[in-house]
């Protein structure tokens, strides 16, 4: 649909990441103060790495790894998260772009090839805003963006379904696939998602 994000063979209009978005740094967040007992998903460098009573934000963001060895990682967060210094988040961004569309590109231009290498892997923002993308009208991007989140919830529903028919299965005794007491569903996802489709 789109080609390229960068060397555009579509000719659409092409922006650097420096006039599109605005990044910043996480909050700091002790790890004694996350692990399984919370509420709302921590994310750090790669995506959840723990849960938390507190939330950072009240819509869903997109998040860079920024430090270690999988930094420019992508993450499309649900609406309350908690995002620590070791990731980045788009604070800010142009109007034209869709969020789904703009992860996706992301997701294709691999910012891990933009860290610095000095210590471990490390994103910053003066790395990755003179980074050009294209920027397709926004009828396309509404029309991605509906068919990717169509996809997203079918998968979902598969998978939970699955997962139920599984769980209340006789031969399982009760227990999720592989018969693992690993793959019961722990108390703080089913608090964690109560909450996310309350919010809904």
Same mark, same amino acid.
């Given at each position: 649909?789109?080609?390229?994000?960068?060397? %555009?063979?579509?000719?659409?209009?092409?922006?650097?990441?420096?006039?599109?978005?605005?990044?910043?740094? $996480?909050?700091?967040?002790?790890?004694?103060? =996350?692990?399984?007992? !919370?509420?709302?998903?921590?994310?750090? !460098?790669? !995506?959840?790495?723990?849960?938390?009573?507190?939330? &950072?934000?009240?819509?869903? &963001?997109?998040?860079? $790894?920024?430090?270690? =060895?999988?930094? $420019?990682?992508?993450?499309?967060?649900?609406?309350?998260?908690?995002?620590?210094?070791?990731?980045?988040?788009?604070?800010?961004?142009?109007?034209?772009?869709?969020?789904?569309?703009?992860?996706?590109?992301?997701?294709?231009?691999?910012?891990?090839?933009?860290?610095?290498?000095?210590?471990?892997?490390?994103?910053?923002?003066? *790395?990755?805003?003179?980074?050009?993308?294209?920027?397709?009208?926004?009828?396309?991007?509404?029309?991605?963006?509906?068919?990717?989140?169509?996809?997203?919830?079918?998968? %979902?529903?598969?998978?939970?379904?699955?997962?139920?028919?599984?769980?209340?299965?006789?031969?399982?005794?009760?227990?999720?696939?592989?018969?693992?007491? *690993?793959? @019961?569903?722990?108390?703080?996802?089913? *608090?964690?998602? &109560?909450?996310? %489709? @309350?919010?809904?």
């Amino acid at each position: 649909m789109f080609g390229d994000p960068v060397s %555009n063979p579509k000719g659409f209009l092409q922006k650097s990441l420096g006039e599109l978005i605005k990044l910043k740094s $996480g909050s700091f967040l002790p790890e004694k103060d =996350f692990g399984t007992d !919370g509420i709302y998903p921590v994310y750090g !460098g790669n !995506g959840i790495s723990g849960y938390h009573d507190k939330y &950072m934000f009240e819509q869903p &963001m997109i998040v860079i $790894g920024r430090v270690g =060895f999988y930094c $420019g990682s992508i993450h499309i967060t649900p609406k309350h998260c908690w995002v620590t210094d070791n990731a980045l988040y788009i604070s800010e961004k142009d109007t034209r772009l869709k969020q789904i569309y703009l992860a996706t590109v992301l997701k294709a231009i691999k910012l891990n090839d933009y860290a610095g290498r000095s210590a471990q892997p490390l994103i910053s923002a003066s *790395r990755i805003y003179p980074i050009l993308i294209s920027v397709p009208p926004n009828e396309l991007q509404e029309e991605y963006s509906r068919n990717a989140l169509k996809l997203k919830k079918e998968n %979902n529903f598969f998978q939970l379904s699955q997962k139920q028919l599984d769980f209340f299965s006789p031969s399982n005794n009760g227990r999720f696939l592989g018969n693992s007491s *690993r793959n @019961r569903p722990t108390r703080n996802w089913t *608090r964690w998602q &109560m909450k996310k %489709n @309350r919010g809904k």
